[in-house]
C-alpha cells in the first residue's frame, strides 16, 4: 500500500456568519471573518489516494485522471466563486477550513471508488500557510 | 546604500469590472474574474526601503516601526475587505495586481519619507505564487 | 473527526552539551553544535488538534485562540531566548529537535484539554527547512 | 515514540516506458512522460525513523549519521543519473514516483534497522511541488 | 511603469558536454553533470514584463495571454524533452541556467514586441532552489 | 550581461547592543534582541554575480566554485556561530541583516575578482522568510 498526493490550488471569496445570530454575536465569534462583502484566499488542497502500485503501469492511480477528477468536481465548483454564494454545499454550512475538507472529501470520495484500483485517504486544505484542515473520513 | 525589505501578507476579496462594458465584455476582457459575486487571494506585500545603514543602531529603518506602518497605512485598509467595495482607491480602480501595487506605494511613500534617513525603493505585489507585480515609482 | 493544524514560528539560540561528558566527547558526538557560544535557528511549530466540527461554528476549535495559546505557552517563552540558559524544561534536558516538540507537546496538551471539544494530536518542529520531529504524545 | 525525518534532494532523468506495449501503447497511457528521450525532475525526498529519544544525548537518531546513510545508499546511486538507464531497480520496474518511494524505503530499511534504535517509518518522494508517494512499508 | 512577472515551470533532461574535449576534460570541467546518460530538473521560469497600467483594463499586459504565450514558445518546446537532444538552440550550445535564460528570452522577446504596449524586462531561470540565472538583453 | 545566483544557508546566534547605551536604551531601541544571552536563525544567503556567458562552457563562473567560495570565506565562519562573539567584524558592529549582508559583500568581492571573468553584483541576506536586506557595493 502506498500513499500517493496530488496537489491542486484555487482562489475564492467566503465570510463567516450564522444567520441564527446577530451582528454582534457574529463578530464575536468570527472577528474579521463576519464581514459579509467577503474575504478571499488562495486556497491548497492536496488529495491523497492509497492502494497498490499497478504491477504493469507503475501507477496507484493515472495522475492525469486524478488532476482531472480534482478539476471537475472541486475546481470546476469553487475556483473564482464566493464560496458562500454560489456552492450548494455552503449555503447552509459555515465554509470554515474544516468544513471546505469534509466538503471535497464527499465530492471525491465516489468517483475515486468508482474508478476502482485506489480509496480516497485524505483531503488537506490549506486556506493560508499557517492554517490547515485535514479529513480522513468518518 | 541598502535594500531592505519587509514581507507582509493580506487575505482579501476581489473581482475585475469595467463599469462602462456589458457583461459580455467584462467577461470577454476579465474571464473569470469577472464574476461580481467576488473571489480573493492571499496577497503577499514585499516593502522595501533604501537608505544608508545607521552607524550606532546598524538599522536603515527600524523594522518594527516599518512593520507598524504597513499595518496601519495598508493591513488595516485592504486585510479582510472586499477591495473593490471597502476600499477608496478601488472604488472607480480595478483592483489587478499592477493597481494594488502602486495603490500599496501611495499609501507608503509619505510616511517613509516623514520618518526621514530612508525611501521607498520598490513594492512588490504577489497574487498567487505565480503572479506578481513591482512598482518603483513613477 | 478532522485535524486541524496552526502554524508558529519563533527565533532561538541553542546549543548541544552533556555536562558528563569531556569537551572532546561533546564535539565528536554533537560536532558543531557543541559550541557553547550557541547558535541559532528559525524554528517553525505545527500545532495539530484533533475533534469534532461544530455545526454551529463550523470549528474544530477557535483558530484565534489557539494562536494565542501557543503564543502564550510556548512563544512567550521561546521566542528570542537561549533555550538552554532561559527555558526551564531546557537546564537539564539538550534541546534537540526531538526534545523541542515533546516540550512543546507538554506544554500545550493541558490547556487543549482544558478547552474541551477537542485533544492535541501532533506537534511537529522544523530546526530547518530539511529537518524535523513530530510527537504524537506516549 | 517520535518520528524524526530529514529531507534531501537529488536530480535525475527517467522516462515511462512498457517495452511489452506499442509506442501507441506508451504514448496512451504515459503521456509526455513516454519521450524516452528522457526528462527529468529535482526529487526531495524526506526520510522518517521512528524510536525513543535516547536520554543522554536527546537524539534518536544522529542526524548526521542519517544523512551520510541517505547519501550513500540513495544520492550516490541516483543523483545526476538516469534512473531507467544507470539504476539497477528501474531496469524492469517504472520509476514512478510510486516505485522510487518504495525503492528508496528498500535501500534505507536494513541500514537504518542494523544501526539499532530506530526503525524507518516512511519514505515520502516529491517529484513536483505538485506531486508526491509515500511508502510506510508493507 | 511597472515591472509585471509570470511564473512558469518546464521538467527537462540535460547534460553538460563539449564535443571539442575529451570525455575526461569534459569531467573535470562539468562534473557528474558530464553524464552523457542525461539528469534533469524541475525548472521555475519567472518572466517579466514592463509597461504602463493600461487606464482601461488595469493590467500591463492581459496574464492570460502572457501565460498562453510561455506556454506556446517555451514549455511546449521544452517541458518533458531532453533538452540537448530536442531543442533546436541546444544542439551547439550548452543548456546550463544561463543560456537557458539567454534562449527563454531571445523565444518571448519578438511575441511580447509585437503585442505592444509592454516590453520583455527580465527572465529568471531557477535550475534549482538554490541555482538562478536572470536575463535582461544585451 | 547575465547575473548569476548562488543561494546557501547558515544558522547562527546573534544579539543587538550598543555597549555605550544602558541596559533601558537598548531594550528601547532593539526590543527582544538586546537579550544578551542571545537568539539566533536559519540565515538565508543569496550571492548574484554579473558576467558574460563563457562561450565554450557557457557558465558566467563555476557554479561549484562559487559554492566553494561562499563556504570558505562565509559559511565556514559564520555557520553554528555566535556572530557576537566569533565574528571579527561583528566585534563592534552590530550584526543586523543590513551588516551582515555588507559583511558578507566585503568577505566575497575580492575573491570574485580575482578570479576573473565576472563581478560581484548583489548580495541578499534573508533572517527570516519575512525580512531581508540586500546589498549591490557603494
Known amino acids: 500500500m502506498i500513499l500517493l498526493t496530488r496537489r491542486a490550488t484555487f482562489s475564492a471569496a467566503h465570510y463567516y456568519w450564522n444567520p441564527a445570530w446577530s451582528q454582534e454575536q457574529n463578530e464575536q465569534v468570527f472577528g474579521r471573518c463576519a464581514n459579509r462583502n467577503g474575504h478571499g484566499h488562495n486556497y ?11 504491477a504493469v503501469s507503475g501507477f496507484v492511480v493515472d495522475l492525469k485522471w486524478l488532476k482531472d477528477v480534482i478539476e471537475h468536481e472541486v475546481l470546476d465548483v469553487y475556483d473564482h466563486r ?26 471525491l470520495e465516489a468517483p475515486v471508488k468508482a474508478a476502482g484500483g485506489a480509496a480516497l485517504s485524505s483531503v488537506r486544505v490549506y486556506e493560508t500557510a499557517d492554517i490547515f484542515a485535514e479529513f480522513r473520513g468518518e
Open 82 to 107: 464566493h464560496l458562500n454564494l454560489e456552492v450548494p454545499e455552503f449555503a447552509t454550512v459555515i465554509p470554515t477550513t474544516e468544513n471546505i475538507a469534509i466538503a471535497v472529501w464527499r465530492r
Open 44 to 54: 491548497t488542497l492536496e488529495v491523497t489516494v492509497t492502494g497498490r502500485v499497478d
